[in-house]
């Protein structure tokens, strides 16, 4: 009998381990230089050498989206639409600041936010989207922006599955299209501080809120406008802020895993590869690959089984976990949880491209440091369950 094997598990290396252990010896463990040089070199990666984007780290992407919504001045009377298909950080951040969800279906072949429906759902109360690019299968920002054409309507990317992933030769956070992006580093994410997380954004005016609000409200540089020398206890609160920033020893963790997250990437992409081929002629949907010359992150490999399978996916979970493959599901839909369905009063029939899909969908393990072995395990595993 093999080890039990995990649907997920974080791939942290000698390196990540020194350079942690390294910031605990400098003694300093809040946020400070290891924080700052992680922003330089994110805003790096993900913007190429373009410039012009401003990172924030934080200390999860829940924060990170709420710092996001809050710095485009979100409020009570505002509505921000986000897909069903999501976690429901996605959503909660919006009850935050007082304001609405508008939940939307998604698009069966993606199930990524369905364009068309999001289109119909804009009302004159409509401030934001925020955009889910589900297991790291970027969506069209270049759509979604055109179909908002000649409004005020912000577009957040929750780009929590997205590191690294591009379309049309974009990356996801490098904001061509889009306000804000949002990252999680979580410790299932496809780099990781453990908890954390990083905002990207062009808009000097969002990051620089986002970076007062992710410290108590503290504006040093308002202060400076009054007193022509600034002694280094002064500070002056402009505002009731958040505790979000991301400590030192994380974004030491996080800068490693930042250097080694395409390498890390691409090993999920074989045993992607290898799952696409090895379950080919089951009856059950694979996820979408992405277009040929775009950069899928693999975070997720979601298959949905259909009406044709042998048995159904509870039975195939259990299964799964009997012969020691851990599996999970992405999602159980924002209608379906019992706060979203009464707060808002959402009936299942709106949302019939996620209702099949919830039914149907499974997570199989994907993680960088699965071996051939462990997906060929899962391969056979499936195969005996489905043929
Ligand atoms: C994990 C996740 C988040 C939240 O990330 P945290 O860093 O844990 O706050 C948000 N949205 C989606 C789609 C996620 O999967």
Redesign the pocket.
């Known amino acids: 009998m093999s080890a039990f094997l995990p649907y997920s598990r974080p791939d942290i290396g000698e390196a990540e381990i020194e350079a942690v252990t390294a910031t605990m010896r400098s003694g300093w463990l809040t946020t400070g230089p290891a924080a700052a040089a992680f922003e330089r070199e994110f805003a790096e990666y993900v913007g190429s050498d373009e410039g012009g984007i401003h990172a924030i780290a934080v200390n999860?992407?829940?924060?990170?989206?709420h710092l996001a919504l809050e710095a485009l001045g979100i409020g009570p009377e505002d509505e921000v639409i986000v897909p069903t298909w999501?976690?429901t950080?996605?959503a909660e951040v919006i009850r935050y600041l007082g304001a609405t969800p508008v939940i939307v279906d998604v698009d069966p072949v993606t199930l990524n936010i369905d364009l068309d429906d999001m289109a119909a759902a804009v009302g004159p109360r409509t401030r934001a989207v925020i955009v889910?690019h589900?297991a790291g299968l970027s969506l069209d920002m270049s759509r979604v922006r055109s179909l908002l054409a000649g409004t005020e309507i912000k577009i957040i990317e929750?780009a929590?599955?997205a590191l690294p992933s591009s379309t049309g030769g974009t990356m996801v956070g490098s904001l061509k299209y889009s306000d804000v992006a949002v990252f999680?580093?979580?410790a299932n994410?496809t780099m990781t501080t453990g908890?954390?997380?990083m905002i990207t954004t062009r808009d000097p005016k969002v990051a620089e809120r986002a970076r007062v609000m992710r410290l108590h409200g503290i504006d040093r540089s308002v202060f400076d406008r009054y007193s022509a020398t600034t002694p280094s206890w002064a500070y002056d609160v402009v505002a009731p802020g958040f505790k979000y920033n991301l400590p030192d020893p994380a974004a030491a963790l996080g800068r490693v895993q930042l250097a080694r997250a395409r390498d890390m990437r691409d090993k999920r992409a074989s045993t992607a590869g290898r799952y696409l081929t090895g379950l080919a002629g089951l009856p059950l949907t694979p996820p979408h690959p992405g277009a040929p010359h775009d950069l899928h992150s693999w975070h997720l490999f979601v298959v949905r089984l259909t009406s044709e399978a042998p048995i159904n996916r509870a039975r195939f979970i259990q299964e799964m976990s009997t012969a020691g493959i851990g599996t999970s599901v992405?999602f159980i839909p924002l209608h379906r949880h019992s706060y979203w369905r009464e707060f808002l009063g959402l009936d299942h029939k709106r949302y019939p491209v996620a209702e099949a899909a919830f039914r149907a969908a499974v997570s199989l393990p994907i993680f960088s440091r699965m071996t051939d072995a462990d997906t060929q395990r899962v391969i056979e595993t499936t195969r005996d369950l489905l043929s």
Request: glycine share 14%; charged share 15%; hydrophobic share 40%.
């Open positions: 999860s992407a829940t924060a990170g989206l999501t976690f950080a996605t889910v589900l929750d929590a599955h999680s580093f979580y994410k908890e954390g997380g992405h």
